[in-house]
C-alpha cells in the first residue's frame, strides 16, 4: 500500500483512512507497552524480560477518520542462534511486509548495535518511519537527553521524534493525528468493536506465560512455552487446561517451586486476569511437562505455536 498525501481525493468518495502501521525495535524497549497505550486496552503481554513479544501482535485503533491496524512483532534479537530465536527474528522481520509505515522504537540514551540493525531494515523499508524514544521516564539527567535526541535525528530521515514514556502515558500528543494523515485512503477492513486478531485461546497462552516472566523473573528458564490443550467456554465457567513446556529436567522444578507454591501463584495470578477478560469464572488447571531441548528443534518450534502468520 502506498502512502498518500493528507489532502487526496478519497477513493470511491470516502474520506476515511485505513492503513498498517509496524512496531519495530529491538527487545526489551518496550514496545508491547506501547501497542497497549495506542489502542487503549492491554493486548499484548509485558515483563521486564527481554523478548517477551515471541509473536506477531495486531491492535485495531477505530475513530470516526478510519482505522489503523499496528503491528507488534518481537525484538530483533543478534544473540543466540538456536530454532527458536532464528523464527522470533523472522517473526520480526515479517512486521515490515504489507505495512504503511513504521514506528521505530529505541530506549531513551542508549543506542545499541540490535539498534542498529533494526534501523538497517528501516532503511530497506523506504516507508514513512516516526522514532519513538521510549522510557524517558527513566532518564534521571533531562539535560542529557537533548544530546542523544540529536544524534538519533542524524541517523535517519525520520517523519517525526517524539520523546515518550508508555508506561507513564507521556509524550503522545498530536502522535495519532500525524499517523493519519500518513495512511492511505480506504475502508476500514474490522468491525470498531474489535481490538485485536488474535483468539481468546491464543491470549490465555500469553497470559500465563506472562505471569510466569513476572513471577519467576531471572530463574524463569529461557527456553519455556506455554500450549493450551482444552479450552471449554461457557456463558458463567470457561474451563482451560494448559502446559507449560521447559527444556530440561532440572528446570521444571524452578516453574513449579517448592510444594507446587510457584505454580499455584502462577495458576491464581493468570485467572484473575482471565476472568476479568472472559467475564466468567475460570476453571485453570496448569501442567510442567519436559520437552527435551524443544527450542533447538525447527518442527518442535512450529509444532510449539511458533508460525508466521499465513
Do not use: C
Not at 13 to 39: C, D, E, H, M, W
Amino acid at each position: 500500500m502506498r502512502p498518500v498525501d493528507a489532502a487526496a481525493p478519497g477513493e470511491a468518495g470516502t474520506t476515511l483512512r485505513f492503513g498498517q502501521i509496524a512496531i519495530v525495535g529491538r527487545p526489551n524497549v518496550g514496545k508491547s507497552s506501547l501497542l497497549n497505550r495506542l489502542v487503549g486496552q492491554k493486548i499484548s503481554i509485558t515483563a521486564p524480560k527481554p523478548q517477551t513479544t515471541r509473536h506477531r501482535i495486531t491492535g485495531i485503533l477505530s475513530e470516526d477518520r478510519g482505522q489503523i491496524v499496528f503491528v507488534d512483532t518481537p525484538g530483533i534479537h543478534q544473540g543466540g542462534s538456536d530454532a527458536l530465536n532464528r523464527q522470533l527474528n523472522r517473526t520480526a522481520r515479517s512486521g515490515f511486509d504489507d505495512v504503511d509505515m513504521i514506528l521505530f522504537v529505541v530506549q531513551a540514551g542508549r543506542f545499541t548495535e540490535e539498534d542498529a540493525a533494526v534501523l538497517a531494515l528501516v532503511r530497506q523499508a523506504n516507508l514513512p518511519t516516526i522514532l519513538l524514544v521510549n522510557k524517558i521516564d527513566l532518564v534521571k539527567d533531562k539535560a542529557a537527553l537533548l544530546p542523544f535526541l540529536m544524534e538519533m535525528q542524524g541517523r535517519f530521515d525520520f517523519t517525526a521524534l517524539y520523546p515518550i514514556s508508555a508506561r507513564r502515558d507521556r509524550g503522545f500528543e498530536g502522535l495519532i493525528d500525524l499517523l493519519f494523515t500518513h495512511l492511505p485512503v480506504g475502508e476500514p477492513m474490522y468491525d470498531p468493536d474489535e481490538v485485536t486478531t488474535i483468539t481468546t485461546r491464543f491470549m490465555a497462552a500469553e497470559i500465563i506465560r506472562e505471569k510466569l516472566a513476572r513471577l519467576l523473573h531471572d530463574e524463569l528458564p529461557y527456553k519455556t512455552t506455554v500450549m493450551i490443550e482444552r479450552f471449554a467456554s461457557a456463558p458463567t465457567v470457561t474451563e482451560i487446561d494448559a502446559v507449560i513446556y521447559v527444556a530440561r529436567e532440572s528446570q521444571k522444578g524452578i516453574v513449579i517451586g517448592k510444594g507446587g507454591s510457584k505454580l499455584k501463584e502462577v495458576g491464581s495470578q493468570a485467572r484473575h486476569d482471565l476472568e476479568q477478560m472472559l467475564e466468567t469464572r475460570v476453571m485453570l488447571q496448569l501442567w510442567v511437562r519436559v520437552r527435551e531441548d524443544w527450542a533447538d528443534d525447527e518442527r518442535a518450534v512450529q509444532s510449539l505455536g511458533y508460525q508466521l502468520p499465513e
